[in-house]
């Protein structure tokens, strides 16, 4: 069964730019979320979408914003890019995030680079 | 708000030693999750802890978890090389949300 895929895998943009990352998750599962893993920084919960819905999201500022297509993919844009947003960007993927079984499984990443 | 504290931050080890890695959560939490990350990986999950006294082993790591002193400590027994990653531990923030709060990680270096 394949895992939760996310792309690009790299990416590079300028300052002011907007980013677009992708993420696909496991089959079956309804919940996706976004984390940031910035230098320094640690693991950051950044957003959380359930049945096509933000659910909650993280203590970031509004240029991060995302969606939650029909069939369960997602999309996180990053707007007017700024240095420090450059990181390591992972999505994962549950079921049901109130049930039992709502493991996080997480993607290979996105590495966004802001030059 | 959920804090999560690990320690210790950078641990170099021998192979064939013993030592643990030690996870402190704030608040009350409903499960524990132990990761493990490779230099510019994805994070691989090897422990769900759900109750109190739990323990799970894989291998050369086992996990625990007491509830009541809002600690999980993951085990390494007789290190080898192979073991050399970041470990995170993650808490879930309780209630209706289900996002993950990660420790600052424990960078681990097991030398030959």
């Known amino acids: 069964e394949a895992g939760v895929t996310q792309s690009p895998t790299h990416l590079i943009k300028t300052r002011g730019q907007q980013a677009t990352l992708r993420c696909s998750p496991i089959?079956?599962?309804?919940?996706v979320y976004w984390y940031q893993q910035a230098l320094g920084l640690g693991l950051q919960f950044l957003l959380w979408?359930?049945?096509?819905?933000?659910?909650n999201r993280g203590n970031f500022p509004p240029r991060f914003s995302g969606r939650q297509f029909p069939n369960y993919s997602s999309e996180l844009n990053v707007n007017a890019l700024e240095l420090e947003d450059s990181a390591l960007y992972l999505c994962?993927?549950?079921?049901?995030?109130?049930?039992?079984?709502?493991?996080?499984?997480f993607g290979p990443g996105t590495r966004l680079t802001v030059l | 708000e959920l804090k999560v504290e690990q320690n210790p931050l950078f641990l170099s080890m021998q192979e064939g030693k013993n030592y643990t890695i030690y996870c402190n959560y704030s608040t009350t939490s409903d499960r524990l999750y132990w990761y493990r990350q490779d230099p510019g990986k994805s994070l691989e999950s090897l422990f769900v802890l759900l109750s109190n006294g739990a323990v799970k082993q894989e291998g050369r790591l086992m996990a625990s978890l007491d509830t009541k002193a809002r600690l999980s400590t993951l085990h390494i027994t007789a290190a080898v090389h192979d073991l050399s990653a970041t470990y995170f531990c993650?808490?879930?923030?309780?209630?209706?949300?289900?996002?993950?709060?990660f420790g600052t990680g424990t960078l681990l270096a097991v030398q030959p």
């Open positions: 993650a808490v879930t923030y309780g209630g209706a949300t289900n996002k993950l709060i």
């Open positions: 979408y359930d049945e096509g819905e933000e659910r």
């Open positions: 089959s079956g599962h309804t919940s």
């Open positions: 994962a993927s549950s079921f049901n995030a109130l049930g039992p079984y709502n493991e996080q499984f």
